[in-house]
């Protein structure tokens, strides 16, 4: 219910007469007199915004200004539902006034989401009269027992889904249905009860349970939003483990009119924690949730001020055998580093120990270090080191979120990183065209969704492979499925754009080139060229160009053409979509509409950008 979420207050209406209570709440749903408060929701992984839960609360001078009264009288009054809908209602509206950014995060009982499809205006009235798209508003089920269970709650879910609107299970982890709820609805956002989330940096129970839960999610593709979060040491476990979102007081408090992105300290401090590994990892060590970032290769290293001697630099390598580098750092921007190795070579020379030990170290120190944001990816940082002047791949390198300094990373670390992705890649890769298989391209995708980025899946797939396999042999559609793989690489620029196999005869194509359509239609043009110059050269010899015959999936035989190639693409704009999963099923839709076209055919899926164009 809006107003609710983790809010526990006296019962300051129990001294009131029910009469009085029945008056004054008249008089609040008369007169609208609800007031709206926003709480943020944090990307934990990202250090930005992702929304705002609406919450209410009734008029200060009253004894329902508080939302469990105000709930807790209407339920009795028999107006539950009415004001939920008063409730939404007037969220929407204050939350379009204030032009606040990203998702905003509605409670509703199961009876009152099943109820409002009956309503005249309902929801979709609501968003209108607002001037809110669907894709903006995610409905919070929130725990209660009641008639609605079931079909009709699905189907509501269901029919709103379909016209845009997303879904949470609220306070998962409080009541005995939320799990069940979670297999019915499947809904894009989890968000964990508050008592999961108390202590849970020193709570291995809890941990165990967080960690689970989140396993569950990428299963379903939904994200896990972590509520009450009060601790500065509970939050950072969330981050560590790689929680998606967060929200509690010590992130924000819930007010009528909250800023317009993170407070600076907050955003600040998840930079330097957001990415970090889920689980422990030795530096180096390749984390399989990604194609490696130097993050991976921190090394939490102390660094100096400028000012310090050089005589306490070399003090420090005496007493401190295991670095080999010391970063010189002045108000938290790195501007050099001593090499162990550099300065024990200058004060083996004459005189100068006596000269530079009580001078500053900014003046021996090497004032052209190798520097790297934590989210630079591994095979970037390992050309930036080969080309830096006199470096090569042999000393350590600093790390820095935002420029400002971290700690550091060594050359061996790096070499094993890279080691260790190749292996990854080869265990991903299909054994029969190399391309990436399906765990890197969920990944991949869930990066550029991550980030942000606009890009553009393409989905490949071959028309009439099935009979041309079974009349020609297994080995000769091999080899036009290796054919596909190639046209399909030569068709990307690799800088930019992503190819992985997804297994068979079908290709998933991540474009972020301005000029995709172009390069999807040239390899349409291409297509049949391809495959009838392969099979004069290497086939069994024939014209194939009015067909051949098989039989088709219930046994009769038809005539087919030779393998044609359909292509449906779904342009992804920030915001659209929530999960790789999500996209992976509108690039597969598309793709069958594509086949319905027959032929060499392109179907471009333009309603998502045709519900964004109208937001801007």
């Known amino acids: ?49 992702l929304g705002y839960e609406g919450l209410i609360r009734g008029p200060d001078d009253s004894p329902l200004h508080m939302p469990e009264a105000l709930f807790r009288a209407a339920r009795a009054a028999g107006r539950g539902i009415e004001l939920e809908f008063a409730c939404c209602r007037a969220i929407l509206r204050r ?53 609605s269970e079931g079909r009709h709650l699905i189907e509501a879910v269901a029919w709103y889904r379909a016209i845009g609107l997303r879904f949470a299970i609220d306070d998962l982890g409080e009541g005995c249905s939320s799990l069940g709820r979670w297999l019915d609805l499947r809904p894009e956002f989890i968000k964990t009860d508050r ?57 924000a408090r819930p007010g009528p009119a909250p800023a317009g992105a ?3 300290e907050v955003a600040h ?26 993050l991976r290769l921190l090394r939490r290293a102390p660094s100096v001020e400028p000012t310090v001697s050089n005589l306490a630099v070399s003090e420090f390598f005496h007493a401190n055998p295991q670095w080999h580098t010391i970063p010189v750092v002045q108000q938290g ?25 009580g001078k500053p170290c900014s003046l021996i120190m090497d004032d052209k270090p190798v520097i790297a944001d934590m989210n630079t990816s591994l095979t970037a940082l390992s050309r ?26 060594t050359s061996q670390d790096l070499l094993r990183a890279l080691n260790d992705l190749q292996i990854l890649a080869a265990r991903h890769a299909n054994p029969l065209t190399q391309l990436p298989g399906n765990v890197p391209i969920g990944r991949r995708i869930q990066r550029l969704l991550d980030q942000r ?33 190639r046209l399909l690489a030569d068709s990307i620029d690799p800088e930019r754009d992503f190819l992985g196999h997804i297994g068979g005869d079908d290709f998933l194509i991540l474009f972020r080139s301005e000029d995709w359509e172009a390069r999807c239609r040239a390899v349409l043009a291409d297509f049949p060229g391809i495959v009838d110059g392969h099979m004069r050269a290497s086939g069994p010899g024939g014209d194939f160009s009015q067909g051949y015959m098989a039989e088709d999936r219930v046994g009769h035989r038809r005539c087919y053409t030779l393998p044609s190639l359909s292509l449906g693409a779904v342009r992804v704009e920030p915001g659209a979509y929530d999960s790789h999963h999500q996209i992976a099923r509108a690039a597969t839709e598309a793709k069958a509409q594509a086949k319905k076209q027959g032929g060499n055919a392109l179907f471009i899926d333009r309603r998502k950008a045709a519900r964004l164009s109208r937001i801007v």
């Open 1 to 49: 219910m809006p107003g609710t979420a983790h809010e526990v207050y006296p019962n300051a209406a129990s001294a009131v007469p029910p009469v009085a209570l029945r008056n004054q709440l008249d008089d609040i749903l008369s007169g609208e007199r609800l007031t709206p408060v926003f709480q943020p929701i944090a990307r934990i992984r990202h250090a930005t915004l």
């Open 95 to 147: 939350f379009a006034a204030l032009g606040l950014p990203g998702k905003l995060f509605l409670n509703i009982s199961p009876v009152a989401l099943v109820a409002s499809r009956d309503d005249h205006t309902g929801p979709p009235g609501w968003l209108a009269q607002a001037g809110i798209e669907p894709r903006c508003v995610v409905f919070e089920i929130t725990e209660q027992h009641d008639e």
């Open 195 to 251: 008592r999961l989330v108390r202590g849970i940096d020193g709570d291995p129970l809890r941990q165990q349970f967080i960690r689970s839960l989140c396993d569950m999610a990428r299963v379903t593709g939904a994200q896990v939003v972590a509520e009450g979060i009060e601790t500065e040491d509970e939050l950072g476990y969330l981050a560590e483990q790689g929680i998606s979102c967060g929200q509690g007081y010590y992130i």
């Open 262 to 264: 993170l407070a600076p």
């Open 269 to 294: 401090w998840l930079g330097g924690r957001a990415a970090r590994p889920a689980s422990p990892l030795s530096p180096g060590e390749a984390d399989p949730s990604d194609d490696g970032r130097a």
């Open 333 to 357: 921007i790195p501007v050099g580093v001593i090499t162990r190795s550099a300065l024990i070579e200058r004060f083996a020379q004459p005189y100068q120990r006596e000269i530079f030990g």
């Open 384 to 409: 930036q080191l080969i080309q830096a002047d006199g470096y090569g791949l042999v000393n350590d390198f600093i790390i820095t979120s935002s420029g400002r300094y971290l700690g550091i990373g």
């Open 453 to 485: 980025e606009t890009f553009v899946a393409c989905y490949a797939d071959l028309n009439h492979f099935k009979p041309f396999n079974d009349v020609f042999g297994y080995q000769r559609g091999d080899e036009i499925i290796q054919l596909t793989s």
